[in-house]
């Protein structure tokens, strides 16, 4: 047998011990939390940041308890959203969720081919080379596809029906978002097909929203459509108080606008979209890839009047309009 001495045995006994207990320590060090990099053209109202979060939340996911997001806006800056979507790059976010439509997605893509992206665009996102279908994406990109572009002759039939007299229907694009001039096209076919004259008005800046909206008052514009944009989106309360300064009866895309005084919307539900985010960024965070994720397509349109708004401008909804609305402000 080995003679080894007290002092020889405590240490190697302590030895031991620690050799023992460093899988423990490992173990029960805190893993780091995931980073999701958040990446908006425009900021959209916290009523659409904690509809990402409640996603988030649907899936276990908490911010700052078990998850972080790095969030990254170019307040309407179109052209600075691809140096925003490098900076998440480089910070080494675990999922990047896109907001804002085709800019920010497409600065992602170009961005990364790895790191997971979930979008939510206004266009067919097959068409727009995105993914390679709606139930298998394919690559590292998947989301939601929220219509906005295909509504506008929705919309415009909608306006139709609410003032069948007006000649002439104004519609307002930004000219800085890539989408803006297939928007304008929508709206010249769908115009065309209810016997209406198209002004296209074109503002991307505080400044020329405020221009516009003089410049339809100049021309007598029956009634206004408002193209889908991120930054009309973040302006809808100026555009809503000039559209009922100028006596312009207006439709919109979204609920909000109503809800902020706008006359009507049709459209999806934005907020239902960025919940669809937060799942999806979530399902991904555990492990599930977004090429098997099929792209979600939001099939509940929503037609939203205002009725204080219609009274204000001296307006009266026809009763069948009234009787298909989804929801009637009072």
């Given at each position: ?13 302590s030895g ?49 308890q078990n ?133 296209v008005v ?129």
């Amino acid at each position: 047998m080995f003679d080894i001495g007290r002092r020889q045995f405590m240490s190697l006994l302590s030895g031991v011990i620690v050799l023992l207990a460093a899988p423990i320590a490992l173990r029960a060090q805190p893993q780091p939390m995931p980073v999701i990099g958040f990446l908006g053209t425009a900021d959209p109202r916290a009523s659409f940041d904690q509809a990402f979060r409640q996603g988030l939340k649907e899936t276990g996911y908490v911010e700052g308890q078990n998850v972080a997001i790095e969030y990254r806006w170019a307040q309407g800056q179109y052209d600075q959203v691809p140096s925003l979507a490098a900076d998440l790059v480089r910070r080494r976010v675990d999922v990047i969720v896109t907001v804002g439509g085709e800019p920010s997605v497409f600065a992602a893509k170009a961005a990364t081919t790895t790191i997971p992206i979930v979008f939510n665009v206004g266009r067919d996102p097959v068409a727009l080379g995105l993914v390679a279908s709606l139930s298998r994406p394919g690559g590292n990109a998947t989301g939601v596809n929220i219509f906005t572009t295909e509504l506008a002759e929705k919309r415009l039939g909608l306006l139709h029906d609410l003032v069948p007299a007006v000649s002439s229907i104004a519609v307002l694009v930004n000219p800085n978002f890539p989408p803006a001039q297939a928007n304008a096209r929508e709206a010249e076919t769908a115009a065309r097909a209810v016997g209406k004259q198209v002004a296209v008005v074109k503002a991307g800046t505080d400044g020329e929203i405020d221009a516009a909206f003089a410049a339809m008052a100049q021309m007598s514009a029956g009634a206004l459509l408002v193209a889908a944009d991120p930054f009309f989106n973040s302006r809808r309360d100026r555009i809503a108080a000039l559209a009922a300064r100028y006596a312009i009866p207006a439709v919109y895309e979204w609920r909000e606008f109503a809800l902020a005084g706008g006359l009507m919307s049709y459209g999806t539900s934005l907020a239902e979209a960025y919940r669809q985010e937060g799942v999806y960024a979530g399902r991904i965070l555990k492990g599930e890839k977004p090429a098997d994720l099929p792209v979600v397509q939001l099939s509940k349109f929503e037609l939203v009047i205002n009725l204080k708004t219609a009274k204000t401008l001296g307006i009266t909804f026809p009763p069948g309009l009234l009787a298909i609305a989804d929801e009637v402000i009072e």
